[in-house]
């Protein structure tokens, strides 16, 4: 996988980086998963879009930050993805965390962004109680290691028809998350934590949207989804039957499918050089 060494650190990024297209996108992953949890995206689109899927600090290939941080900083991290890529403009998706990093992404580099796709995510801050329970959590994956909190999330990430008849699925989550240290999941729940509220943004969102979320989605329910996406002008909301929150990995020809209507139809990031320049 490639990297690049970002200036805050500094500290090693990797990224997927599929496909050949001019038109770039960009997928966050969801916590506390790694880029891998794009594999069906990367693979059903790379024919015609240059798809690129970043590994967050402490994630997958990436290295561990050894100071807490922000999402407003994940975000930073991205944008100088981009720059140092020279790439311009980009359709910057993301899946829950991701989508909280995207929200960042467009507050701070809103120029950078040629379309977003919101997959089971929420525009919301934390409540208190939801923020006490992650101080929570980050003291038991301190205390107890990873293992304990994998075991808390299960549960709530996937479809009750996804567990029975998808054992794939929850291996392959299992997998990602193991492969995370303590302090990465601590940091990355911290962030959240203090993450801001990107609902006062939602007007200003001026690029095509696709919002995505499973009807099965017990943490941002399919519902509440629909309401937030009407606050963005012109924004498409599309929901996956029987996914729950892992939409994309646990219905992956449902979401190619809305994904790449959506790019065909509405997203053109465009514009010089373009991958097969700089290789
Ligand atoms: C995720 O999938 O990224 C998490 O559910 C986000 C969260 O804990 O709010």
Known sequence: MPRLTIDDGPLEISFRDVGSGRDVVILLHG???TSE???????ALADRYRVIAPDFRGFGGSQTSP????????????????????IERAVIGGLSMGGYVAFEFYRRHARQVGGLVLADTRPDPDSAEARANRH???????????TAVVEQLIPKLLSADTRSRRPDVERRLRAMMES???????HALEAMASRGDARPLLASVSVPTLVVAG???QLTTAAESRAWSRAIAGAAFEQ???????????????????LRAFLDARVTTG???SHDDER
Do not use: C, K
């Open 31 to 33: 916590f506390p998963f």
């Open 37 to 43: 949890m794009w594999s069906p995206q990367l693979d």
């Open 67 to 86: 100071r807490r941080y922000t999402l407003a900083r994940l975000a930073d991290d991205i944008s100088e993805l981009l720059a140092s890529l020279r």
């Open 136 to 146: 929570r959590m980050a003291a038991l994956v301190r205390g107890e290691g990873v």
């Open 180 to 186: 995370a240290t303590p302090s990465a999941i601590a």
């Open 215 to 217: 009807t099965e989605d």
């Open 240 to 258: 996956i039957e029987g996914a729950g929150h892992v939409s994309n990995l646990e219905r992956p020809q449902a979401f190619n499918a809305l």
């Open 271 to 273: 514009g010089p050089p």
